[in-house]
Nanobody
């Protein structure tokens, strides 16, 4: 089993920045893909960004140019640097991890964290 713990969520003004972290523990040796998703009230969970162990990157169009995903393989930690935040970025942000070679179809990741709240005020 793998445990994922997110941190860094906060209340921030529009135009501001936040950096989210997700630390993985447990049987992390087979984790290849780590990703961020978000969910706003009344909406479905949506993909934000993903990163492969060797550095392959994927981003949702809505965050390209504003968000940057990175990871520290030695510390089993993935980060999401969020700049130029907008009120529509308000959501619970979830970390996910998977052992596959590519991000799994239908976002069917092996492991999920409990989420961290990001609120962007206008």
């Amino acid at each position: 089993q793998v445990q994922l713990v997110e941190s860094g969520g906060d209340l921030v003004q529009a135009g501001g920045s936040l950096r989210l972290s997700c630390a993985a523990s447990g049987r992390t040796f087979n984790i290849n893909i780590m990703a961020w998703f978000r969910q706003s009230p009344g909406l479905e969970r949506e993909f934000v960004a993903a990163i492969r162990r060797n550095g392959g990157l994927w981003y949702a169009d809505s965050v390209k140019g504003r968000f940057t995903i990175s990871r520290d393989n030695a510390k089993n930690t993935v980060f999401l640097q969020m700049n130029s935040l907008k009120p529509e970025d308000t959501a619970v942000y979830y970390c996910a991890a998977d052992s596959g070679r590519l991000p799994p179809p239908n976002h069917n990741y092996d492991y999920w964290g409990q989420g961290t709240q990001v609120t962007v005020s206008s």
